[in-house]
């Protein structure tokens, strides 16, 4: 598939982006202020806790960040890598195929637990290896969903048939591109309207669900509090304690 070519205006609303995310973590760098702005939206959290996600640096293995979920027997591992093209005319050349060697020769290391591969990255990345290894180990099925981001072009195609080919080895690994075009999407819907309001759990098992820039709590819900919420004037949304 053909993408069209990212135009200035397209360009400079994700660059005004990345300022202000870069202004907010009061960094000069726009390439690390635009991952913290891909995280933000992929997994709404606050901005203390977007620095815990990140592993980029060196001896990263071409892995920016990971995301741990916990759910029950399963964990979700989110694995993105992240590339800021700080020119349009770089915002119109394809995610450089290269790294998706990284990624494949990462991540064959990681399910194949290969010994040494936490002594051989840096040491945020190495803690996470250790969080999954020891999810496993505890007999969670573990699912990996890959998100290849960058304010300019998708894959390559011959280049995303490669790297399909790897991820179709294995059922618990998928890969999710996220181009310019869907960052767009994404970065976009911050203006939605937002409201409150309380609901009570009935026990203390919950869990953070995170699709996008949607972000969710999975509880069981008392339908007494439910009921009261919604009767209330003012249509107030949801807010679990």
Not at 24 to 52: A, M, Q
Not at 119 to 140: A, C, F, M, Y
Not at 205 to 227: F, T
Request: proline content about 2%; overall charge negative.
């Amino acid at each position: 598939m053909i993408c069209a070519q990212i135009t200035d205006l397209e360009f400079s609303l994700i660059e005004s982006k990345v300022k202000k995310s870069a202004d907010k973590i009061g960094l000069d760098d726009r390439s690390t202020g635009f991952l913290y702005l891909i995280l933000d939206s992929l997994f709404p959290r606050s901005g203390e806790d977007i620095s815990s996600l990140i592993t980029d640096g060196g001896s990263d293995r071409g892995v920016d960040a990971v995301y741990i979920q916990e759910s029950g027997n399963v964990a979700h591992i989110s694995i993105v890598q992240s590339k800021y093209a700080s020119t349009i005319k770089s915002a119109g050349r394809t995610f450089p195929g290269n790294e998706i060697d990284k990624l494949i020769s990462f991540i064959r290391d990681l399910v194949d637990r290969v010994a040494g591969l936490p002594e051989s990255v840096n040491p945020l990345l190495r803690g996470k290896i250790v969080d999954i290894w020891r999810l496993v180990d505890q007999g969670k099925m573990i699912y990996i969903h890959i998100f290849l981001v960058s304010n300019a072009l998708p894959l390559a195609t011959h280049e995303r048939k490669r790297l399909d080919a790897f991820c179709s080895q294995y059922e618990f690994i998928s890969v999710e591109e996220l181009s310019y075009q869907s960052i767009i999407s994404l970065i976009s819907s911050d203006g939605r309207t937002k409201e409150d309001g309380i609901l009570d759990t009935v026990d203390v098992q919950k869990y953070e669900r995170a699709d996008c820039d949607i972000r969710g709590l999975v509880a069981n819900v008392d339908a007494r509090s439910y009921i009261d919420m919604i009767s209330n004037e003012g249509g107030k949304t949801t807010s679990l304690r």
